[in-house]
């Protein structure tokens, strides 16, 4: 959806409580999986469209992501729950500005999300919602919704590569005071799915069996099995 409206304006925001994330856009990790999506967040307040939608899987970063571009933007990051809650007033209030709402699929005020993306497109605000999946896969009641849901613009986190996956396993690990050794990265890098949720399981699982012993690729081996965590060698299309 290309915009005509003016650029938006500087307005007074309402004030919400939010954590803060310890990153900015420009310290997080960027590979090929989520390099596009970053570098549209980066590229604010100078969006052609006035709603993105960052989709990403479980754990793949979607909150440190949105908290980044909140605190580049300086708006706010709303839970749907709050979300739901908000008044007439201040739906109209925060469409003058750029907002976020996180895992927006939870929204059950269907007229409050329609009524802040109508009034931001008029104001000149923008919204960035984030979701596990895209918005046109809502269950939503309301066809107007739906209609602006479908139309708007995505950005994805991917699924980790290569980059990413040796990233997050050397974090998650340095979390728990593991070492990762060379020969274990290796192994797990031609294993492990390709899933963020799996690789903190993994880690989480490898602190538990390790009970203070060294990683080795066996312990690895072992807790992958144990765990279904490693992929199959061969595509789906690759199947006979």
Sequence with gaps: MTRDDPAPRKSRQLKFEFPESGHTLDTLAVTDSNRTAIAVLKRWPDWRTAHFCLVGAPQSGLSTAAQAWCDLSGSALLSAKAFDKLSHKKIDALANGPVAIELAENVSNESNLLSLLNLSVRSGGTVLLTSHVSPARWRVSQPDLLSRLK??????????????????????????????????????????????????????????????????????????????????????????
């Design 151 to 240: 139309a708007m613009t995505l950005i994805e986190l991917g699924p980790p590569d290569d980059e990413m996956l040796s990233i997050r396993l050397q974090a998650a690990m340095k979390r728990r005071y593991l070492k990762l050794p060379g020969d274990v990265e290796t192994y797990l890098l031609a294993r492990i799915q390709r899933n963020y949720a799996v690789i903190e399981s993994f880690v989480q699982n490898l602190h538990e069996m390790s009970d203070g012993r060294e990683v080795t690729v066996p312990l690895a081996r072992e807790v992958l099995d144990d765990m279904d965590g490693t992929r199959s060698l061969f595509d789906e299309s690759d199947e006979v």
